[in-house]
């Protein structure tokens, strides 16, 4: 027996609610440290984050009142249905979804020295992606204004609305991980005239790695895609957890910058932070 709609969309804002409560503390964490650390604080990130909380705490109280008003006056067999508020919540997902991609973009940015060509396809991709979902709203309100998953018509719009944004995340996961790696293995040669790689080593360099490129949002993202592309029920839990995941995989990223551990940030002081690598 397959789980439903209903089932799908209630466990789903009970998982927002807790990665909401999540997200708010790291977003107090974000602050402390926008404000303590001046290196790291500027207008974009300022700006960034603060709209990524407010758009996903919107999302939250629209999702919130839905599910009060469904358990208080409405049928619980027609909690799944759409309705306008959890259309204006399905855009804020998608706004989310834009800011911290162009959040991504900007550490893509930073962490290439500030090169904007490389950002390019990447920045195409992920405003094509929200023009695709821009029309989805009045779509359904035309095909079937209660329909709990997007009308058959709309699907593949839908897709590309999320598989664009997906593109996005992997280039530039993929550009940041690569930077960073790159950037942690400094040529040199060592006392005996042989060339060798000098590996900046940094406390679970793995782990910061993958939350610095962006990887969970990444993953998120990709789930998401493939349980809209097979309509499947359980997509209404990662339509409403997910917004909460993008500001939550963003604050990271800025949290993790500004505990001065980048790895673009850790100058090779001593040798004890030194591993060498022969490239015999």
Same mark, same amino acid.
């Given at each position: 027996m397959g789980v439903s709609v209903n089932v799908s969309a209630a466990v789903g804002t009970v998982c927002e609610a807790f990665l909401y409560g999540v997200y708010c503390? $790291?977003?107090?964490i974000s602050i402390v440290i926008l404000i303590t650390r001046y290196r790291v604080s500027n207008r974009v990130i300022w700006v960034a984050n603060c709209l990524l909380f407010m758009t996903s705490t919107a999302h939250f109280a629209l999702v919130f009142t839905h599910f009060y008003i469904?358990?208080?006056?409405?049928?619980?067999s027609d909690f799944g249905n759409e309705t306008p508020a959890l259309?204006?919540?399905?855009?804020?997902?998608?706004?989310?979804?834009? *800011?911290?991609?162009?959040?991504?973009?900007?550490?893509? &940015?930073?962490? &290439?020295?500030?090169?904007?060509?490389?950002?390019?396809?990447?920045?195409?991709?992920?405003?094509?992606?929200?023009?695709? *979902?821009?029309?989805?709203?009045? $779509?359904?309100?035309?095909?079937?204004?209660?329909?709990?998953?997007p009308p058959t018509d709309i699907v593949p719009l839908t897709i590309a609305g999320y598989v664009l944004p997906l593109c996005t995340n992997v280039m530039v996961t993929g550009l940041i991980a690569g930077r960073l790696w790159n950037i942690s293995r400094i040529p040199t040669i060592d006392e005996h005239g042989k060339p060798v790689i000098i590996k900046i080593t940094t406390g679970g360099r793995p782990m910061m790695l993958i939350?610095?490129?962006g990887?969970? +949002?990444?993953?998120?993202?990709? *789930? +998401?895609?493939?349980?809209?592309?097979?309509?499947?029920?359980?997509?209404?839990?990662?339509? +409403?957890?997910?917004?909460?995941?993008?500001?939550?995989?963003?604050?990271?990223? *800025?949290?993790?910058?500004?505990?001065?551990?980048?790895?673009?940030?850790?100058?090779?002081?001593?040798?004890?932070?030194?591993i060498f690598w022969s490239q015999s």
């Amino acid at each position: 027996m397959g789980v439903s709609v209903n089932v799908s969309a209630a466990v789903g804002t009970v998982c927002e609610a807790f990665l909401y409560g999540v997200y708010c503390a $790291l977003f107090m964490i974000s602050i402390v440290i926008l404000i303590t650390r001046y290196r790291v604080s500027n207008r974009v990130i300022w700006v960034a984050n603060c709209l990524l909380f407010m758009t996903s705490t919107a999302h939250f109280a629209l999702v919130f009142t839905h599910f009060y008003i469904a358990l208080d006056h409405a049928p619980f067999s027609d909690f799944g249905n759409e309705t306008p508020a959890l259309m204006a919540a399905n855009f804020l997902s998608s706004v989310a979804n834009l *800011i911290g991609d162009l959040l991504l973009l900007y550490r893509c &940015w930073f962490v &290439w020295g500030k090169n904007f060509y490389v950002i390019i396809l990447p920045l195409l991709t992920a405003l094509g992606g929200f023009g695709c *979902i821009l029309p989805i709203p009045s $779509l359904v309100l035309s095909i079937d204004p209660t329909s709990p998953v997007p009308p058959t018509d709309i699907v593949p719009l839908t897709i590309a609305g999320y598989v664009l944004p997906l593109c996005t995340n992997v280039m530039v996961t993929g550009l940041i991980a690569g930077r960073l790696w790159n950037i942690s293995r400094i040529p040199t040669i060592d006392e005996h005239g042989k060339p060798v790689i000098i590996k900046i080593t940094t406390g679970g360099r793995p782990m910061m790695l993958i939350i610095e490129s962006g990887a969970l +949002y990444m993953v998120t993202q990709l *789930i +998401y895609v493939v349980l809209v592309a097979i309509q499947n029920p359980a997509e209404a839990i990662l339509s +409403y957890a997910a917004t909460q995941v993008y500001g939550i995989a963003s604050t990271l990223i *800025i949290i993790r910058v500004g505990l001065s551990s980048s790895l673009e940030q850790t100058p090779p002081t001593t040798s004890s932070n030194l591993i060498f690598w022969s490239q015999s």
